[in-house]
């Protein structure tokens, strides 16, 4: 186990966490092409998508601000919506934060703004293996996804004259098709008891987002829904 950690604090923890970046990279390469190809369509020239790309970084609130400059929203609606679709980033970093606190604050803000669904994803299944998480492999992880991203976006946007029916390729189902493959990842590391405590919160998921989705607009659901399906596990836990 020394030898292990040793092994994650050196060189080669970078490359390990780039390593364990790649089987999420179907996700990103298909959903970023996708958004490009729609930011292409909505009137945003290249460079546009590249700066959408590295200064905001989250899948869904760059679809929605294409959405909302077709309809010419104010920009502070624009800048108030993308703030809070991406709040559940918040919730995510809180979850990685214990396992990092001995590295100072400003590599603590580059984990934070690097973290995405997908990255915090395999995060959580290595802590859940390891009970630790190093800040090379962590660099790894987010650069990689970072990079690839901000790739697929701009070559989507290059090519998205020619391609605008990201759903005839099945683009638009890569994403959810990588997030059911890290669900099933972690299950798979977690023994009988955790697996059944898991199965149920799961459940209990479904529930309440359906019974808020009647009430709430999705993006508000799923905050509201993650907030107390968490606090619901962090009990059971106990």
Same mark, same amino acid.
């Given at each position: &186990?020394?030898?292990?950690?040793?092994?994650?604090?050196?060189? +080669?923890?970078?490359?390990?966490?780039?390593?364990?970046?790649?089987?999420?990279?179907?996700?990103?390469?298909?959903?970023?092409?996708?958004?490009?190809?729609?930011?292409?369509?909505?009137?945003?020239?290249?460079?546009?998508?590249?700066?959408?790309?590295?200064?905001?970084?989250?899948?869904?609130?760059?679809?929605?601000?294409?959405?909302?400059?077709?309809? +010419?929203?104010?920009?502070?609606?624009?800048?108030?919506?993308?703030?809070?679709?991406?709040?559940?980033?918040?919730?995510?970093?809180?979850?990685?934060?214990?396992?990092?606190?001995?590295?100072?604050?400003?590599?603590?803000?580059?984990?934070?703004?690097?973290?995405?669904?997908?990255?915090?994803?395999?995060?959580?299944?290595?802590?859940?293996?390891?009970?630790?998480?190093?800040?090379?492999?962590?660099?790894?992880?987010?650069?990689?996804?970072?990079?690839?991203?901000?790739?697929?976006?701009?070559?989507?946007?290059?090519?998205?004259?020619?391609?605008?029916?990201?759903?005839?390729?099945?683009?638009?189902?890569?994403?959810?098709?990588?997030?059911?493959?890290?669900?099933?990842?972690?299950?798979?590391?977690?023994?009988?008891?955790?697996? +059944? &405590?898991?199965?149920?919160?799961?459940?209990? &998921?479904?529930?309440?987002?359906?019974?808020?989705?009647?009430?709430?607009?999705?993006?508000?659901?799923?905050?509201?829904?993650?907030?107390?399906?968490?606090?619901?596990?962090?009990?059971?836990?106990?």
């Amino acid at each position: &186990m020394q030898q292990e950690a040793v092994s994650y604090q050196s060189k +080669n923890a970078f490359i390990q966490g780039v390593k364990d970046c790649i089987p999420t990279l179907l996700g990103y390469l298909s959903i970023g092409f996708a958004f490009g190809v729609v930011g292409t369509v909505t009137g945003l020239s290249l460079l546009e998508v590249a700066l959408v790309a590295i200064f905001i970084y989250a899948g869904a609130a760059q679809f929605i601000l294409c959405a909302l400059l077709v309809t +010419n929203t104010p920009a502070l609606s624009i800048v108030f919506t993308v703030f809070v679709v991406n709040l559940r980033h918040f919730l995510m970093s809180l979850s990685i934060a214990p396992y990092v606190t001995r590295y100072s604050t400003l590599r603590n803000i580059g984990f934070g703004t690097l973290l995405t669904d997908e990255t915090f994803g395999v995060a959580v299944t290595e802590a859940m293996k390891s009970k630790k998480i190093y800040g090379r492999w962590l660099d790894g992880l987010n650069v990689t996804a970072y990079v690839s991203w901000i790739i697929a976006c701009v070559a989507g946007g290059y090519f998205g004259h020619w391609i605008t029916d990201v759903e005839k390729w099945g683009l638009d189902f890569a994403l959810v098709a990588m997030f059911i493959a890290l669900l099933v990842l972690q299950l798979s590391e977690t023994n009988k008891s955790k697996l +059944n &405590m898991y199965l149920k919160l799961i459940i209990i &998921m479904f529930i309440t987002v359906y019974i808020l989705l009647n009430f709430f607009s999705t993006h508000i659901t799923v905050l509201i829904a993650t907030l107390f399906v968490a606090t619901l596990g962090v009990w059971m836990d106990k």
